[in-house]
């Protein structure tokens, strides 16, 4: 009986090709789900640089490493909700925002919403459990979203 704790014993009385090639079949679907992941991933920062450079963002200054982020998601939630007359929940705007924010994970969106309202640019109706743009910001700016608006 062999003892190992590795997955594949290096010296076995079994000399089975079998698990040779099922390791390398193994190895290879890996490799292939991470180019997919890899695939995914360069096809949102594709998106991200045509969003970018449509919403005239391609100039804003980044501070920090995080920022770019930050200005593209920030972004992104007042764009979905510029389109909205009654609000919308969360789950739909993170929903919404996921094609272009597709690693986005559920507590840095929420990160996000509070940030945008303590700032003023949100504002949360606990009636529909919705947000919506705050009213100051659309008299002021009406529907347009302005880039320098979201710099710090």
């Not at 076995?12 to 992941?37: G, K, M, Y």
């Not at 450079?53 to 920030?74: C, F, M, Q």
């Not at 597709?102 to 919403?113: D, E």
């Not at 309202?117 to 705050?134: F, I, M």
Request: some cysteine; proline content about 2%; hydrophobic content about 35%.
């Amino acid at each position: 009986m062999d003892r190992c704790d590795k997955l594949f014993c290096n010296m076995t009385n079994d000399s089975s090709p079998q698990r040779l090639e099922q390791a390398l079949i193994l190895q290879l679907e890996n490799v292939e789900h991470r180019l997919r992941e890899l695939v995914h991933e360069k096809e949102a920062l594709q998106r991200l640089i045509k969003k970018i450079r449509a919403d005239g963002l391609d100039r804003t200054d980044v501070t920090r490493k995080n920022s770019y982020n930050r200005i593209l998601v920030e972004n992104a939630i007042i764009k979905e909700l510029e389109g909205s007359v009654d609000g919308m929940t969360s789950s739909h705007i993170f929903a919404a925002i996921q094609d272009n924010h597709y690693k986005l994970k559920g507590s840095t969106f929420r990160s996000h919403l509070l940030r945008l309202k303590q700032r003023g640019v949100l504002a949360y109706v606990d009636a529909t459990r919705s947000w919506k743009l705050s009213k100051p910001l659309l008299e002021a700016h009406g529907s347009k979203t302005l880039p320098g608006q979201l710099k710090r």
